[in-house]
């Protein structure tokens, strides 16, 4: 593993990350080549990219660190595990750093596959420099956003698994439009105990308003459907 000089990030235009998230993203560069994967070091060195260089995908998913935010340089032809499999192997994962291809050949199949399992680009050999950068920044950008969803996802959970069991089902409930009357009856509690718990829920999940609560149950899996009544031909949420 070889390691190079950083550059200022390409992400200053998205919202800064949460507190844990911090560090320059690294371009980390899987080819067996070596010397093309010093001269791609090289390169993006001279471009004020941070560059971690790897020989082989077994060493990259040796030293893997999901937790440094950047991209993944990947030649597509490696000994071993080649870049398609450790492609397979890292969408079975919670998290990945976003793929840029570089291939020597002009396989049309496996570039088609390659995007569509979310790969950002897939670049022949020898690469144009200004396609290269083009695609880094992309994949960059992406795994800043990647990063500042999870955080946000990791947060509301956080504060969703401080609630009660009993308050959890009033969320649900208050998430799906149900009123106070009606979730009382569900329930079988009062109408005054539903209000304490409503007023938990929101001081819990630090939410101002319903729609802010809607919206934080879609990020911990409270989904609301609409179903459709035929004997009154109305739309009613589940």
């Known amino acids: 593993m070889n390691t190079h000089a950083s550059r200022q990030p390409v992400t200053a235009g998205l919202p800064g990350p949460p507190h844990g998230i911090n560090g320059a993203p ?3 560069i899987v080819d067996d080549a070596r010397v093309e994967r010093t001269a791609l070091a090289r390169l993006l060195t001279g471009a004020n990219y941070q560059v971690c260089s790897f020989e082989s995908a077994e060493g990259y998913l040796k030293e893997l660190d999901l937790e440094s935010p950047g991209c993944l340089l990947l030649d597509v032809s490696l000994p071993g595990l080649s870049g398609i499999d450790l492609q397979l192997v890292l969408t079975k994962s919670s998290f990945m750093h976003p793929i840029v291809f570089l291939t020597g050949s002009n396989d049309i199949q496996t570039s088609v596959n390659a995007m569509k399992a979310g790969a950002i680009d897939f670049l022949a050999k020898p690469v144009d420099k200004g396609r290269l950068f083009a695609a880094i920044d992309q994949a960059i950008v992406r795994d800043a956003a990647w990063r500042l969803t999870r955080a946000i996802d990791n947060i509301c959970r956080r504060r969703f698994d401080s609630l009660t069991r ?4 009033v969320m649900a409930q208050v998430v799906r439009g ?6 009382a009856g569900d329930l ?8 304490v718990h409503r007023e938990r829920v929101r001081l819990k999940m630090r939410a101002r308003s319903v729609p802010e609560l809607v919206q934080l149950g879609a990020r911990v899996g409270i989904a609301i459907e609409p179903v459709f009544d035929s004997a009154t031909a109305t739309l009613t949420w589940r």
Do not use: M
Request: charged share 25%.
């Open 26 to 28: 690294t371009v980390f």
């Open 166 to 169: 009993q308050e959890r089902t």
């Open 178 to 183: 149900r009123l106070n009357k009606q979730i």
């Open 188 to 195: 079988g509690i009062s109408i005054q105990t539903v209000k």
